[in-house]
């Protein structure tokens, strides 16, 4: 019986052969690689009418037409033509995994040489804003002495008007910043704009502002080489910046292979500009409030507001930007070190420099300077800390930061292209923190409008430098 079975399968051998060659032919015309073939999907479609037609309604291979060998045959061809291309499909598919991961490797370095390159653009001023110092120096010393002097210099010390300090080497920066202010002053006779600048950019800072006074506000241009009390002997920053390792670290970072970051590595850290933000109760004795503003920021509203606030005996009145995880302590402090993990929380919350009203009678009160010189002295070999003002300003101001409402002071225009437009027209400050600075060509187009329609692009000096929109 077994013997008989065993025969019937061997004879009925072609059917079954003719069928699964049907359902082989229907699998290949259903994939991508066959349809994106209109030769070889006629010649499936075609066979497969042609077994069809041979099986009909044949069970068993007697029952089958003389041509069905020749049908049989036709479609193993053809079977032949839809493996194959499916075999250099999966061959392809190959190919494109190596060029994809060759392609990834490519698009991570050229995303290393756009960061390098970015920081690089963003170290460097363009040739018009080389000129416009130059310019204005030149001017300057054609001046006489009477010619020199700023009007209302009797206000520099009232502490009934609002005063501002701004730290600069830019003197365009620096000029949108008062040009802002004072536009949105219910009452500019009553700013006072306290401008600290290095030596080179002294004659050019006071230059501008002479020839172009914003209203009835009062400027004061001071040169940072005149503090002769902030020495290295009373700041331990300037010692260290001072420091051939420090100086090392800075110009030589090609050499450095464990610090990947290379925004840490900025030459501005250098500027002892950078840090004057720590020494406002000695810069200004006879104030108690000041209002202090980065030259990377514009004013869009009055803030006359600020002066009247109660900041609950804090020192330091700041928006906090801790909205996003990367914005807490752990982002900028080495948690790692016994002393900072010691001392403060790495999920506390950041707050933003740029924007910053301090109380100064508080600030001298709890001997906020020398708070930030002690932890200065301990991050000689940057354990802490890496570089920057922020770090070392969340330790000096930890537990003595108010929390202002977030729409004084919105940041990221200087970094990041989707920036809510309602929280931009909202705010009293906005602030083009990161490398792409209104000023240079690399600065985010959608945001530079609100910096430039400060500038007076007919001015002398900007047209004389080919300084322009």
């Known amino acids: 019986m077994r013997g008989r079975m065993v025969k019937q399968y061997q004879r009925d051998a072609r059917v079954r052969q003719l069928k699964d060659q049907l359902i082989r032919a229907k699998v290949y015309l259903s994939l991508p690689a066959t349809r994106n073939n209109p030769h070889l999907t006629r010649e499936l479609r075609l066979r497969i009418k042609e077994v069809q037609r041979t099986l009909g309604d044949a069970s068993k291979d007697s029952e089958l037409p003389r041509n069905a060998n020749e049908r049989l045959k036709a479609m193993e061809q053809s079977l032949a033509k839809g493996k194959q291309m499916q075999d250099d499909c999966a061959s392809v598919v190959k190919k494109l995994r190596a060029m994809l991961h060759s392609t990834e490797e490519q698009l991570r370095v050229h995303k290393k040489q756009a960061m390098f390159l970015t ?27 009477s010619q020199q002097q700023f009007p209302n210099q ?6 009934g008007l609002y005063h501002y300090a701004i730290f600069s080497d830019n003197v365009l920066a620096a000029a949108v910043v008062v040009n802002s202010t004072v536009t949105h002053a219910k009452d500019p006779s009553k700013h006072v704009f306290h401008i600290v600048t290095d030596k080179l950019n002294y004659a050019a800072m006071r230059m501008w502002f002479l020839v172009s006074l914003p209203g009835k506000a009062t400027i004061q241009v001071e040169n940072i080489e ?22 090392d670290y800075y110009f030589r970072a090609h050499r450095a292979s464990s610090d990947s970051n290379l925004k840490f590595r900025n030459p501005k850290y250098l500027s002892i500009l950078n840090h004057l933000r720590f020494y406002l109760p000695e810069i200004f004795p006879k104030l108690n409030k000041v209002l202090f503003l980065d030259d990377d920021i514009v004013v869009q509203k009055d803030l006359t507001g ?3 606030l109660d900041l609950k005996g804090k020192v330091n009145g700041a928006v906090e930007t801790c909205t996003e995880s990367f ?15 010691k001392n403060f929380d790495p999920h506390a919350c950041g707050w933003a420099y740029g924007m910053n009203i301090f109380d100064l009678a508080e600030w001298k009160r709890q001997n906020i300077t020398e708070v930030y010189h002690n932890w200065q002295k301990l991050n000689d070999n940057r354990q802490l800390w890496k570089l920057g003002t922020l770090p070392p300003g969340l330790i000096t101001f930890w537990k003595r930061t ?38 240079l060509e690399i600065s985010i187009p959608r945001y530079r409008s609100y910096w430039s329609k400060h500038v007076d692009y007919d001015q002398t000096y900007l047209r004389e430098c080919n300084i322009n929109l």
């Open 226 to 247: 005149d503090f002769t009390w902030l020495n290295s002997s009373y700041s331990p920053v300037l010692k260290q910046l001072g420091s051939q390792s420090m100086i």
């Open 154 to 159: 009797e206000k520099l010390e009232d502490p």
């Open 402 to 439: 108010f929390p202002l409402d977030r729409s004084w002071h919105v940041l990221g225009l200087g970094y990041d292209p989707n920036v809510n437009q309602r929280d931009i027209e909202r705010a009293a400050v906005i602030h083009y923190n990161g490398n792409m600075k209104p000023w």
């Open 119 to 145: 920081q690089l653009t963003a170290k460097t001023l363009p040739k018009g804003l080389h000129c416009l110092p130059l310019r204005l120096t030149t001017e300057y010393y054609y001046m006489n002495s």
């Open 306 to 308: 600020l002066w009247s």
């Open 327 to 341: 914005h807490r302590f752990d982002r900028y402090l080495n948690f790692s070190n016994p002393l900072i993990a």
